[in-house]
């Protein structure tokens, strides 16, 4: 499967995202090609720092340069998932992985700017693969870990009520583990394995990839 990690706005945790979760399915055994067509290059970065530490399972990171020939990767039988991570400020790589895409996992941070954001991101997706449109699928993430915030609530009910969005109910909350995990090229559920940040992150992917874990 092809799956995209993308939205419009930069900083909403894709590459963080892309990174844990690559690293979770190679220790379910799949096959992982990743590809980094953000040219912040986050991803990269967090990749080769890991690879420096010597951490395993080892994960191997693709520039955009690789979108033109992700289909055949996949056709062969040697990779199992195929995970892009994209951002806006490269639009011909963006509609490249879009067009190429089975679905679009899509994380929001839970304000109304976001959620207008990921309104305008759902044309995009069409515009940029009107033949095949993949499954877009939205989740709340840095949502706020106080119950009397609603913010997080009032966002999760606005992307229900989108067209073209599929919302998770996993939500991944505003925890530091979640950015030590890049700066020491580890996972989340790697750095505190008991922890909250590890729960939420294994529920989302639970949903994700249901037959990795049945």
Do not use: C
């Not at 991803?43 to 191997?60: I, N």
């Not at 309104?119 to 709340?140: C, H, M």
Request: hydrophobic share 45%; aromatic share 6%; glycine share 8%.
């Amino acid at each position: 499967m092809i799956t995209v990690v993308g939205s419009l706005k930069g900083g909403s945790g894709k590459s963080t995202l892309a990174f844990n979760l690559a690293v979770w399915l190679e220790m379910a055994g799949r096959k992982v090609e990743l590809i980094d067509a953000d040219p912040q290059a986050t991803l990269t970065d967090v990749v080769e720092l890991r690879t420096e530490d010597g951490y395993k399972p080892k994960l191997k990171v693709k520039g955009a340069e690789a979108l033109s020939a992700k289909a055949p990767a996949k056709i062969d039988g040697k990779i199992d998932e195929i995970l892009i991570d994209v951002g806006t400020s490269d639009m011909v790589a963006l509609r490249q992985a879009l067009a190429l895409a089975d679905r679009v996992v899509m994380p929001v941070p839970p304000s109304q700017a976001d959620v207008w954001s990921a309104q305008r991101f759902v044309k995009l997706v069409s515009d940029a693969a009107p033949n095949k449109t993949p499954e877009i699928l939205g989740f709340i993430n840095r949502g706020d870990t106080h119950r009397a915030v609603r913010e997080t609530d009032e966002a999760a009910a606005a992307l229900v009520s989108l067209p073209g969005i599929k919302l998770l109910k996993p939500r991944l909350a505003q925890r530091t583990v979640y950015r030590r995990s890049f700066s020491e090229g580890m996972a989340v559920f790697e750095l505190e394995r008991r922890g909250k940040g590890a729960k939420e992150l294994l529920a989302l992917f639970a949903v994700l990839y249901p037959k990795v874990v049945g």
